[in-house]
Structure formats: C-alpha cells, structure tokens
C-alpha cells in the first residue's frame, strides 16, 4: 500500500494520502477540496533523528501560526489576569 506525497497547486498545502488496493480514491486537498494537485517525488520510509526534528519544528510553527493557537493564547492570558485580579482582591480583603 503506498502512501504518495501531494502539494496542492491551490494552496499550497503538502500532505500525504494512502493509496489502498481495489479502492480507488481520488486525491483531494484536505485543506480547500482542491484537485488540482501535484504528486511529489517520494523516498523511502526512513526516519532519523534529524528528519524528526525538522518535522517537529516545521509543526510547531504552523501550530504558533494558526488562528486557534493565537486565540487560544489570549483566552488563556485574560483567563490568568482575571485569576490574578481576584486573588489580589481577595488578599486585600482578608487584611481590611
């Protein structure tokens, strides 16, 4: 069962899809349902260390780079800020 590699002309998303026998699926982007797709070049299933650590810092960054992660980000500061707030409040309260 090979797994082909795909970069979608629209978008530019890179993904890989599993190509199983007696199921023949189109390739769709994941990310816009785009077809026009190019099939990239791919090697054997090697993995080192080095390979490892490049894909997880190429996840990393587009974690830091979505929408959900920035939003998430703030909801958690104001969440801290209001925490802070009210204890400082409570603190003042128990010495008045």
Known sequence: MPIYEYECRGCGNQFELLVLPNR?????????????LERLPTGFAVSSSEMTRERVKKAREARK???????????????????????????????T
């Open 65 to 95: 780079a979505s929408k959900n992660f920035k939003d998430q980000q703030v909801a958690e500061r104001e969440h801290l800020i209001e925490h802070v707030t009210e204890h400082q409040d409570a603190v003042r309260n128990t010495k």
């Open 24 to 36: 023949p699926t189109p390739a769709i982007c994941p990310e816009c349902q785009g077809e026009d």
